[in-house]
């Protein structure tokens, strides 16, 4: 069930008009039911909280999140979805953003399940929407991490190579964001095509900002912070990893060839510079299976080469 658009209101020339607006707030989940329903009471206590309708894309989870959310779902509170197996994050989002653009949603705002949005997260978006006159790609929030220092897996870049550093102006121009709490219009969906599903875990956000950012301006939003529960405030390491884990990073070495030869020859030696500098933390900061480890990096790289997946795209209705 879609609900009915709201009303927001703008100040034009002095007077207020009225636009009505639709947000689809996409929250893809997998076996975290915990951290879902947590997430979905922030959602649901944003002070423009009817502007936003709250969409559940679940990845199969077999932890009992169907039936955690069964009063959500009675009462039309959200609007569930259920892959019926686990398409990985980069699924996920693609079925969620296909979705919001499908059923007529003016933005849609993106997240994972352990993302915890602030109460006025979704207005600062908003406030700066206004500002920039829609004309933008995509907004970024600030992301904290538990306690309340900078998510460092979720730090923006300002250039495809830089970390951003302006974390104090109100809206600061980036050039790629992770989908912990991205706000993006739907008229840019349909000029810049999906998510890369194919992708399934890691980068697949990455390379969408960028495909974004190569044809508009992009921000991060500074007043719009959402907290993210990670387990930790570091980001994946093959080097350090368990070995039980490591299956999961020939995803990354692949997705990221994919990513950086768009760049050029500036995108092809930063993708070699990281990847010797992967290799080195591995021989010298590993403490098992090196050589496992050493082999995913190349193997994974060598993999991107041939990887070539479709860009899908959606044809908008009138």
């Not at 009303?7 to 929250?27: C, D, P, Q």
């Amino acid at each position: 069930m879609v609900k009915k658009g709201r009303l927001i209101f703008e100040t034009e020339i002095g007077r207020e008009s009225v636009k009505m607006v639709k947000i689809a707030a996409v929250v893809v989940t997998y076996n975290r039911k915990k951290l879902l329903l947590e997430n979905i009471k922030c959602l649901l206590n944003q002070t423009k909280k009817e502007l936003v309708d709250i969409i559940i894309i679940d990845n199969a989870s077999s932890d009992g999140t169907q039936d955690a959310l069964f009063k959500y779902i009675k009462n039309n509170t959200i609007i569930y979805h259920n892959t019926g197996n686990n398409i990985g994050g980069a699924g996920g989002f693609q079925y969620g953003i296909r979705f919001s653009a499908e059923h007529h949603y003016d933005y849609v705002w993106l997240m994972d399940d352990d993302c915890m949005p602030r109460m006025n997260t979704v207005e600062a978006f908003l406030d700066v929407d206004r500002k920039l006159k829609q004309k933008y790609g995509f907004l970024s929030s600030k992301v904290l991490w538990k306690d309340g220092s900078l998510c460092r897996m979720n730090v923006q870049r300002k250039t495809f190579m830089k970390k951003v550093e302006n974390f104090i102006d109100e809206y600061v121009p980036i050039v790629m964001a992770s989908f912990v709490s991205l706000f993006i219009p739907i008229k840019v969906v349909y000029a810049v095509g999906l998510p890369i599903k194919e992708f399934f875990i890691w980068t697949d956000d990455w390379e969408y900002t960028r495909r974004i950012s190569l044809r508009y301006p992009c921000y991060l939003a500074n007043q719009s912070i959402v907290d993210h529960k990670s387990a930790s405030n570091i980001g994946a390491s093959i080097a350090d990893d368990h070995i039980d884990r490591l299956e999961r990073y020939d995803f990354l070495y692949r997705n990221d060839v994919y990513l950086y030869r768009r760049e050029g020859i500036k995108g092809f030696l930063y993708e070699l510079f990281r990847l010797l500098w992967h290799t080195m933390r591995v021989i010298f900061k590993a403490k098992d299976h090196k050589c496992d480890r050493i082999y995913k990096i190349w193997m994974g790289t060598l993999v991107g080469i041939k990887f070539f997946p479709d860009i899908e795209y959606i044809k908008k209705v009138t």
